[in-house]
């Protein structure tokens, strides 16, 4: 049963922000609503289960802790899960401010949805504006003062997603840099890098992964192979001298290996011949 408190607010529409309406449901299974249009943005905070959020051709899976944020005059669509249907709360609102809070939490038209680090303490606050119903005289200055709460949290979570951005940035500097330096050496691990950046390996494997879409030891392949082929074509090495000054101690390994990447033999590449 759904539980929805309207506020029956004078719409001024020139305070910064100002409440619409709010409440709770747990759905049942496969339950939906849309495709519809709002003249307010919308928030839908998932405490349990999951469904999926569509709008604009785009169609986004949420689950608990997550959210998604219904901008006004967009036709969109949602659905509960079949086995799974999620409980929800929501707050509607409008304001002047109310697109600008919603961009420093890193909600925009094209990302319309949200994942918090806090999901208790989230859920704890919207469980806090559907209890404002029972109040008499304080109900929309307590609603005003959860939603900027809220927007406070999902600011605050975006600000550290941010550093910690910047933080796999700098490792992974460090770690080509590193490659950079040490590519020649047939030594060279995987782990040896990981060493260096006293990182475990699956983090790096994750960091290569998430920034470059590529694993370490592929990208480890790939920037060999690239520094072989400019050893070919401007100084026309021999194929086994090529292979040792990138790190292969075996030539027929060297060739094999660079001829999957490049699409090429290493001698053809050495002549010219480019043509597959």
């Not at 707050?91 to 680090?117: H, M, N, R, S, V």
């Not at 796999?168 to 990981?194: F, G, H, M």
């Amino acid at each position: 049963m759904a539980e929805v408190q309207d506020l029956n607010i004078e719409r001024l529409h020139l305070t910064d922000m100002e409440i619409h309406i709010c409440g709770s449901q747990q759905c049942s299974q496969g339950h939906s609503y849309g495709p519809a249009v709002r003249d307010y943005f919308l928030i839908h905070y998932i405490h349990r289960g999951k469904g999926s959020f569509k709008v604009d051709k785009k169609e986004f899976e949420l689950k608990r802790g997550e959210g998604f944020v219904i901008w006004p005059h967009l036709l969109s669509y949602y659905q509960a899960d079949q086995k799974n249907p999620w409980q929800y709360s929501w707050i509607g609102f409008t304001g002047l401010k109310a697109e600008d809070y919603l961009k420093e939490a890193g909600i925009t038209k094209a990302k319309p949805f949200f994942k918090t680090q806090k999901p208790e303490q989230i859920s704890a606050i919207f469980n806090q504006m559907t209890e404002t119903g029972n109040l008499k005289k304080s109900k929309e200055i307590k609603l005003m003062g959860l939603l900027y709460l809220f927007l406070a949290e999902l600011i605050e979570n975006t600000e550290q997603q941010l550093k910690n951005k910047d933080l796999k940035q700098e490792y992974l500097k460090k770690a080509v840099n590193y490659i950079d330096r040490n590519y020649s050496r047939p030594d060279l691990k995987i782990t040896d890098i990981a060493s260096y950046l006293s990182l475990n390996r699956s983090y790096l494997w994750q960091l290569f992964n998430e920034l470059l879409n590529m694993s370490p030891q592929q990208y480890l392949i790939e920037f060999r192979m690239e520094k072989a082929a400019l050893l070919l074509e401007n100084y026309k090495l021999k194929v086994k001298s090529a292979a040792l000054s990138v790190g292969y101690e075996d030539p027929f390994n060297f060739s094999k290996i660079f001829k999957k990447t490049m699409g090429i033999s290493p001698s053809h590449y050495k002549n010219g011949q480019t043509n597959r």
